[in-house]
């Protein structure tokens, strides 16, 4: 507990934990003749990309990763505050990488951050991150600690699962309802409907899901104004995860003592290389399935409804075609691309792209722009819920590749059936938002105006009339 509880707090001492590493001075080690001729583009489409307000503009990501996938696909960025990296946006160049895992590391810098931080890190714990979970494992441990709870994400587990799924999918909505057609679908609808889904599977209390969501949307989101805990990112990850921490130590010492069937009980008693996880692998398990367990299927689910409203002839396309869902749901998963980045370390004098990579050298991989790359997808830029081949990255590949795709799906799938079921029309009723942050990111705010069919019909109108 005590190397656990030393790393967050020292870490709140570094300059704004993921903050915008921004002032301009990069040097180009990549394409030099394409770089020599779009220079000042190049170098404008980086900062937005690395900046977390970057990737709450979605005009200003496309158009910034566009440039870099035609005039820089791989380069070298150099920015004070910075450790240099290469900046990998082309689709092709990722996947490689992606399936080349004896080449590239996860670990030690699976995300970017300021020098700043890292140094604290380094310098108190001997350990460059703040957790050690599956993101940013290699193998032996990667795959020994991702076959501790592997089963229950497979089909069979899943399976079981599926009825429950639609039900609670019905509830949601009818809670919708009850509002009288008003709601914040981002924060009211898809964060509680996801988050129950991971707390079931773990076995908390459903009375601790707003608090332990909002916990995990600091850690991950510390950049944004709307998710922090406090003045600076810093300060909020170390009381984020403080919280989390204590949160987790008492859950792991009841299951201990009272094994149940969850989530929890085969994290809390597993034996990974024979002997019990260490605190810092433990916890650090415990936050990665609370952050990505929710978060970013509530993203693509509050980003999947935003673009279907952007684009009507779509959605009444889908409620005409509601076979179209499954494909509609990946095309979801395509365009909103919730986590942006990782970063690799490559192990040994390589290449990507047909350029020079040296051992040591650390790369981040924009699956976002990946999946907006032109070469891959036709028609990159617009949304179509019957694209095929939809071959995207949102979940990652290769061993890293995301362990819950499935019941990401599965998740869409269940509460969209369940609007086009209920619902006659939604509409866009306010501002739009999106969180800001350059690791994850996506709606966060989406106010709806929602009329629905039958009996809910009256109570929603006349929910809908009252409203100002």
């Known amino acids: 507990m005590k190397e656990f509880t030393l790393l967050v707090r020292r870490a709140s001492d570094a300059a704004a934990v993921g903050g915008d590493?921004?002032?301009?001075?990069?040097?180009?080690?990549?394409?030099?003749?394409?770089?020599?001729?779009?220079?000042?583009?190049?170098?404008?489409?980086?900062?937005?990309?690395?900046?977390?307000?970057g990737h709450a503009s979605p005009a200003r990501l496309e158009r910034a990763c566009a440039v870099l996938r035609q005039h820089a696909p791989l380069h070298w960025v150099e920015r004070p505050g910075v450790r240099p990296f290469w900046a990998v946006t082309r689709y092709a160049d990722i996947v490689a990488m992606e399936t080349r895992s004896g080449e590239f590391a996860a670990g030690p810098r699976t995300y970017?951050?300021?020098?700043?931080?890292?140094?604290?890190?380094?310098?108190?714990?001997?350990?460059?991150?703040?957790?050690?979970?599956?993101?940013?494992?290699?193998?032996?441990?990667?795959?020994?600690?991702?076959?501790?709870?592997?089963?229950?994400?497979?089909?069979?587990?899943?399976?079981?699962?599926?009825?429950?799924?639609?039900?609670?999918a019905a509830e949601i909505v009818?809670?919708?309802?009850?509002?009288?057609?008003?709601?914040?679908?981002?924060?009211?609808?898809?964060?509680?409907?996801?988050?129950?889904?991971?707390?079931?599977?773990?076995?908390?209390?459903?009375a601790d899901d707003i608090r332990l969501a909002r916990l995990a949307q600091a850690f991950v989101g510390a950049e944004d104004p709307q998710?922090?805990?406090?003045?600076?990112?810093?300060?909020?990850?170390?009381?984020?995860?403080?919280?989390?921490?204590?949160?987790?130590?008492?859950?792991?010492?009841?299951?201990?003592?009272?094994?149940?069937?969850?989530?929890?009980?085969?994290?809390?008693?597993?034996?990974?290389?024979?002997?019990?996880?260490?605190?810092?692998?433990l916890i650090s398990y415990f936050i990665l399935l609370v952050t990505a367990g929710h978060d970013t299927t509530a993203l693509a689910l509050a980003g999947g409804l935003e673009a279907l409203l952007a684009e009507p002839e779509q959605m009444a396309r889908l409620r005409g075609q509601p076979?179209?869902?499954?494909?509609?749901?990946?095309?979801?998963?395509?365009?909103?691309?919730?986590?942006?980045?990782?970063?690799?370390?490559?192990?040994?004098?390589?290449?990507?792209?047909?350029?020079?990579?040296r051992a040591g050298d650390a790369l981040a991989l924009f699956f976002h722009?990946?999946?907006?790359?032109?070469?891959?997808?036709?028609?990159?830029?617009?949304?179509?819920?019957?694209?095929?081949?939809?071959?995207?990255?949102?979940?990652?590949?290769?061993?890293?590749?995301?362990?819950?795709?499935?019941?990401?799906?599965?998740?869409?799938?269940?509460?969209?059936?369940?609007?086009?079921?209920?619902?006659?029309?939604?509409?866009?009723?306010?501002r739009v938002r999106r969180v800001q942050s350059q690791f994850m990111s996506g709606v966060s705010t989406l106010p709806v105006r929602i009329v629905f069919r039958g009996s809910h019909n009256a109570a929603a109108e006349s929910g809908l009339s009252a409203s100002p």
Request: aromatic content about 6%; glycine content about 6%; charged content about 25%.
């Open 21 to 53: 590493p921004i002032p301009r001075t990069s040097v180009a080690r990549s394409f030099p003749s394409q770089t020599a001729r779009h220079g000042a583009s190049v170098e404008r489409a980086v900062d937005v990309l690395i900046s977390s307000r």
């Open 112 to 168: 970017l951050a300021s020098e700043a931080s890292e140094a604290v890190l380094q310098r108190v714990t001997g350990k460059p991150q703040l957790v050690r979970s599956l993101t940013e494992m290699d193998p032996p441990d990667h795959g020994v600690y991702r076959a501790i709870i592997q089963g229950a994400f497979a089909p069979p587990a899943l399976r079981e699962m599926e009825v429950w799924l639609s039900q609670w």
């Open 174 to 206: 009818d809670r919708m309802a009850a509002r009288g057609g008003r709601s914040d679908f981002a924060a009211d609808v898809a964060m509680p409907f996801t988050f129950r889904v991971i707390g079931r599977m773990l076995g908390t209390p459903e």
């Open 227 to 281: 998710r922090r805990l406090a003045e600076t990112p810093g300060d909020t990850m170390r009381m984020a995860m403080l919280a989390l921490r204590d949160y987790f130590e008492a859950l792991v010492a009841d299951r201990r003592a009272h094994p149940r069937d969850d989530l929890a009980t085969l994290i809390a008693n597993a034996m990974p290389h024979g002997e019990a996880m260490p605190h810092y692998e």
């Open 323 to 357: 076979e179209l869902l499954d494909a509609a749901i990946e095309e979801m998963l395509r365009w909103t691309t919730p986590v942006r980045h990782f970063m690799r370390t490559a192990l040994c004098d390589t290449e990507v792209g047909g350029r020079p990579i």
């Open 369 to 430: 722009s990946a999946n907006r790359d032109e070469a891959v997808f036709a028609d990159a830029g617009a949304f179509r819920i019957d694209r095929s081949p939809n071959p995207h990255i949102a979940f990652g590949r290769g061993p890293h590749i995301c362990m819950g795709l499935q019941l990401a799906r599965m998740q869409m799938r269940a509460l969209f059936a369940e609007l086009l079921r209920q619902t006659e029309r939604i509409e866009l009723a306010g």
